[in-house]
C-alpha cells in the first residue's frame, strides 16, 4: 500500500507546490495565506478522493457508488 500511496502523494505534493509557486505567484512572504489556503485545499481534495478509492476495490465513482452519506460528505467538501 504504502509503496503506491506514498510515491503518488509526493508527486501530488511536488506539483502542487510549483504550481502555487510558479503559476499563482505565491512565492513571497506577502502570499503566504494563498499558499497556505491552496495548500489546504489540496490536500482536503486529495484525501476526499482517497477516502472513496480505500472503501472498494472497484473503480471509484464507475463502478462502485459510496452510500448516500459519503457522497454527500463529498459534495459538501
Not at 28 to 33: L, V
Not at 62 to 71: D, E, M, T, W, Y
Amino acid at each position: 500500500f504504502m509503496l503506491w500511496i506514498g510515491p503518488t502523494s509526493s508527486i501530488f505534493d511536488v506539483t502542487t507546490f510549483a504550481l502555487l509557486w510558479f503559476i499563482f505567484g505565491a512565492n513571497a512572504p506577502e502570499h503566504q495565506s494563498l499558499f497556505q489556503s491552496g495548500w489546504f485545499v489540496e490536500g482536503l481534495l486529495s484525501q476526499t478522493l482517497v477516502v472513496h478509492m480505500l472503501r472498494t476495490q472497484r473503480i471509484p465513482f464507475f463502478q462502485s457508488i459510496a452510500a448516500l452519506p459519503v457522497l454527500v460528505m463529498t459534495a459538501l467538501i
